[in-house]
């Protein structure tokens, strides 16, 4: 079983920055994909970005590209969510997540999660 916790979540105004961090425990990290949800209230989760074992490869939601980045440090077992440029609409709780098996890495799919931070973006 792998355990998740992210921290890193608050309030900022638009135009600011905020750096998510996810801490992994239990198995071993490079095993695992990592990615990033979030959800805003009355709404579906979605895929925000995700970053492979090696960390070679990287794939980012259409309403994020280029104002965020994900990043990876297995020494660490961490992974990390670089978010600047925040708008209002990027209001919702992010989730850290762990895939498994090798696949799409845009996928809801994941095994395993986070039990989120709150990220709040005022106008």
């Known amino acids: 079983q792998v355990s998740l916790v992210e921290s890193g979540g608050g309030l900022v105004q638009a135009g600011g920055s905020l750096r998510l961090s996810c801490v992994a425990s239990?198995?071993?990290?490079?095993?695992?994909?990592m990615g990033w949800f979030r959800q805003a209230p009355g709404k579906e989760r979605e895929f925000v970005a995700a970053?492979?074992?090696?960390?070679?490869?990287?794939t980012y939601a259409d309403s994020v590209k280029g104002r965020f980045t994900i990043s990876r440090d297995n020494a660490e077992n961490t992974a990390s969510l670089q978010m600047n440029s925040l708008k209002p609409e990027d209001t919702a709780v992010y989730y850290c997540a762990a895939k498994e098996r090798i696949g799409v890495l845009a996928t809801r799919r994941y095994d395993y999660w986070g039990q989120g931070t709150q990220v709040t973006v005022s106008s």
């Open positions: 239990g198995r071993t990290f490079s095993n695992y994909a």
């Open positions: 970053i492979s074992r090696s960390g070679g490869g990287t």
